[in-house]
């Protein structure tokens, strides 16, 4: 009996979800309470690879005593478990945990064949290419020409040809082959880091960053359909953007000048609230001199130190989970904290209690309008603590920008931006529960830099930047933007809209 078995108990009992296995040290235990020695006598190198080899199949075995990138799968009491080294790690680390095989229902029209099945860790590890640098030049060739053509992403689906969101819309780029399930995942297998294989091997489904240096960031899905892998894969800038590049009013610049409060960044995904954001602290770390702590998933813009001394933190590779950073940050000195998304009721809450004791926080929701924003914030927390943060939201927030995409007269995109700015009057509102009344504050106060969703796209199509028909898709009050455009002198063409 190998004796890697003796431990393997525990995991199929449930009272360890991970075994590893290190030189100079004993095997150990990961526990929902943490780590557990199992073992007195530490391992050394040789006994690690040896305990290893016992359970690697004969083609494996080459792998393990090369003792680099071992990944195998081994069975025991009818359970699969995967045996993958921590690549990261400066000595010979592995971990030991249950292969998760996931079931749901089945498409009958999806052939069953090798290229419908997972990716397993005994499967040649870069598809039909031979080997992984073969692969990663076949990636990059293609982010390559998503970056020349301009392209927001780059999607990779099996039986189909390289496809590329341009000004919008998505485009095949004729002069490429459809893809095979085997060529998409090799190529994919060639840029991703270990730890996001893992999470794809249990999920999947993983983000990550990637970088060409010289030439552009990236930020990356992994997927599964009912065809194999997919990917869809979006250009970031390499450098940061200004505010002035983005057209932000003066009135939202001012919301960096702030030292505590709370500043919600809102949208779709794809609205560019990311890059909103990035702008916004790039203004930061030109006029001032504060620490701020970035909190993103994965990191997309990178951001240099200027006048302000800055530290960008990675869930899964810097930190457990956003919610873990955000109250670690706290002993972090910090004076500005963003935070990559808000996902949870914890993370909220952590985030208006840092808004609270004297820290300017920046997030993102992904909500349509100011007012939809602050009903969901409330609407996480349960009833009977609802009043509270109605209370808790009026004294910390300062202001929502909510923002969505648009298609632009001649091509390229445009943002157009809701800005609600908190006041007295819309405070008040807030703890009042009258968010449906935020609105007409916002109408009656654009002097102060407020502007509603529709306001600011019947200003795209006064300064002729979008399409009246664009304007209306991309309108929530679409019988109010109707009206606003026919007060322009637009009539709409919309089939099933307004005439």
Not at 1 to 10: E, F, N, T
Not at 255 to 263: D, F, I, P, R, Y
Not at 320 to 326: D, E, G, R, T, V
Request: charge should be neutral; include cysteine.
């Amino acid at each position: 009996m190998p004796q890697l078995d003796r431990v393997l108990s525990r995991l199929e009992s449930g009272a360890a979800h991970q075994v590893i296995l290190e030189a100079d040290e004993p095997i150990r235990c990961q526990t929902p309470s943490g780590v557990q020695v199992v073992t007195q006598q530490s391992l050394s190198r040789q006994q690690v690879l040896a305990l290893v080899s016992e359970v690697a199949s004969p083609e494996e075995r080459d792998q393990v005593n090369q003792a680099t990138g071992i990944r195998l799968l081994y069975t025991w009491n009818e359970q699969r478990y995967l045996v993958a080294q921590e690549n990261e790690s400066s000595t010979l680390k592995l971990t030991i945990r249950k292969w998760v095989e996931k079931s749901g229902p089945k498409d009958p029209a999806t052939p069953v064949s090798a290229h419908h099945m997972r990716r397993r860790a005994t499967d040649k590890p870069y598809g039909s290419y031979e080997g992984e640098t073969a692969a990663r030049e076949a990636i990059e060739r293609l982010l390559r020409k998503q970056v020349e053509r301009g392209a927001a992403d780059l999607h990779l689906r099996t039986g189909e040809p390289p496809i590329l969101r341009i000004g919008g819309d998505l485009v095949r780029i004729e002069d490429e082959a459809p893809l095979e399930n085997d060529a998409i995942s090799g190529m994919l297998w060639a840029i991703m880091p270990d730890k996001n294989k893992g999470e794809f091997d249990q999920l999947w489904d993983t983000d990550f960053a990637y970088e060409i240096e010289g030439v552009c960031r990236f930020r990356c899905n992994v997927l599964r359909d009912r065809h194999g892998v997919a990917s869809v894969i979006r250009t970031i800038s390499s450098g940061t953007v200004t505010v002035e590049q983005m057209g932000i009013s003066p009135e939202v610049q001012a919301l960096c000048n702030l030292t505590k409060g709370l500043v919600l960044v809102t949208g779709p995904t794809g609205s560019g609230k990311s890059t909103t954001l990035c702008a916004l602290v790039d203004l930061i770390n030109r006029t001032r001199s504060d620490h701020i702590i970035t909190i993103e998933d994965p990191i997309e813009f990178v951001h240099q130190s200027k006048k302000c001394l800055i530290t960008q933190r990675q869930v899964g590779v810097h930190t457990q989970s956003f919610k873990s950073a955000l109250r670690a940050a706290l002993r972090e000195d910090p004076d500005i904290v963003l935070v990559g998304e808000l996902r949870d009721l914890e993370t909220i809450a952590i985030a208006i209690e840092t808004a609270e004791t004297g820290h300017l926080v920046f997030g993102t929701l992904h909500t349509s309008t100011a007012a939809s924003t602050i009903n969901r914030v409330v609407d996480q927390f349960p009833a009977d603590r609802q009043e509270q943060i109605r209370i808790m939201l009026a004294e910390s927030l300062k202001g929502v920008i909510s923002q969505t995409l648009c298609k632009k007269i001649g091509g390229g995109r445009v943002a157009a931006r809701e800005i609600l700015l908190v006041n007295k009057a819309v405070s008040a509102l807030i703890r009042e529960g009258k968010t449906v009344q935020i609105p007409n504050i916002m109408q009656t106060q654009r002097k102060l830099g407020m502007e509603t969703l529709n306001d600011a796209l019947a200003t795209l199509v006064k300064t002729r930047q979008v399409e009246p028909e664009e304007a209306y898709v991309r309108s929530i009050e679409k019988k109010d933007m109707a009206l606003k455009l026919k007060a322009m002198g637009h009539s709409l063409n919309i089939a099933g809209g307004e005439e």
